[in-house]
């Protein structure tokens, strides 16, 4: 299993950024996918949204309305389309399978909004 993300980078507050991750190792169109963010300075991610096989989408509140997740099967990669930025989004945002009993990670991609 390889999860890459990449499309991180640093913006103002109010710009936009598009995550990537890019899967591999699996039978990506039966798999659910997640974006979790972790903060500076903080222990731990936090889910912030997930696209299941068939579309279904969830978003954690303090995302929903400026975040969009999609998948492209064709591509076995799922995306992050963010807008609205603001500083707090600031973070390592890592995309995320349960796959085979276990939370699999890539390497995460830093995302950086100053005011």
């Known amino acids: 299993v390889q999860l890459v993300e990449s499309g991180g980078g640093s913006v103002q507050s109010g710009g936009s950024l598009r995550l990537s991750c890019a899967a591999s190792g699996f039978t990506f169109s039966s798999q659910e996918m997640r974006w979790l963010r972790q903060a500076p300075g903080k222990e731990g991610r936090d889910l912030i949204a997930?696209?299941?096989?068939?579309?279904?989408?969830w978003y954690d509140a303090s995302v929903k309305g400026r975040f969009t997740i999609s998948r492209d099967n064709a591509k076995s990669t799922t995306y992050l389309q963010m807008n609205s930025l603001k500083p707090e989004d600031t973070g390592l945002y890592y995309c995320n399978i349960f796959y085979n009993g276990a939370n699999r990670y890539g390497q995460g991609t830093q995302v950086t909004v100053s005011a």
């Open positions: 997930d696209i299941t096989y068939n579309n279904l989408t």
